[in-house]
T-cell receptor, first 109, second 117 residues
Framework: GEDVEQSLFLSVREGDSSVINCTYT??????LYWYKQEPGAGLQLLTY?????DMKQDQRLTVLLNKKDKHLSLRIADTQTGDSAIYFC?????????FGKGTRLSVIA | NAGVMQNPRHLVRRRGQEARLRCSPM?????VYWYRQLPEEGLKFMVY????????ESGMPKERFSAEFPKEGPSILRIQQVVRGDSAAYFC???????????????FGQGTRLTVV
């Protein structure tokens, strides 16, 4: 079946850039998503990219997609303590989203 | 317009009891999705419903689990005879339609954290 893989932990200093990586297996994916989950909360859609795009920028967020390698990344510029959360990559090759296990981002002040 | 409302936020059940989880979608949304998040895991799709219909239940265990989305009222995820392995966070999402980019319009509730003791 479809699979989405992410590294589990990332620690960065406040003000640095964070890069969270994700790989997926479904070649029919049309949209790829990044969600943020804060402790005890639901998922918040951060951004998404259509599969025919290479890059999408939205304020401090930059999404890069390498469709050939099935690799997706999320870059957060000027990372703040409020960015500490779990970030999930999700693949929508089919309607039910397939999620990675999440990357826990810790921001050190 | 309130977001997706799930209740209860926390639910404790003894082994063998029944758990009922409720999800009220956003106003105007007729599609509901249930996901389960085990500790330290991502979300796993369970079931997709439209009003009065189950569209896709491929992620739902065959036994003890059922879901409904009646014409009136919230969607209900029901777990009978709960076991410790059912302990998880259960999230509901709603959207006004299906098909990508459906997920850009899907909103998640805050989840129900079920603990089976």
């Amino acid at each position: 079946g479809e699979d989405v893989e992410q590294s589990l932990f990332l620690s960065v200093r406040e003000g640095d850039s964070s890069v969270i990586n994700c790989t997926y297996t479904d070649s029919s994916s049309t949209y790829l998503y990044w969600y943020k989950q804060e402790p005890g909360a639901g998922l918040q859609l951060l951004t998404y990219i259509f599969s025919n795009m290479d890059m999408k920028q939205d304020q401090r967020l930059t999404v890069l997609l390498n469709k050939k390698d099935k690799h997706l990344s999320l870059r957060i510029a000027d990372t703040q303590t409020g960015d500490s959360a779990i970030y999930f990559c999700a693949d929508a090759g089919n309607t039910p989203l397939v999620f990675g296990k999440g990357t826990r981002l810790s921001v050190i002040a | 317009n309130a977001g997706v409302m799930q209740n209860p936020r926390h639910l404790v059940r003894r082994r063998g009891q029944e758990a009922r989880l409720r999800c009220s979608p956003m106003k105007g949304h007729s599609h509901v999705y249930w996901y389960r998040q085990l500790p330290e895991e991502g979300l796993k799709f369970m079931v997709y419903l439209q009003k009065e219909n189950i569209i896709d239940e491929s992620g739902m265990p065959k036994e003890r689990f059922s879901a409904e989305f009646p014409k009136e009222g919230p969607s209900i995820l029901r777990i009978q005879q709960v076991v410790r392995g059912d302990s998880a966070a259960y999230f509901c999402a709603s959207s006004p339609r299906t098909g990508a980019p459906m997920n850009t319009e899907a909103f998640f509730g805050q989840g129900t954290r079920l603990t089976v003791v």
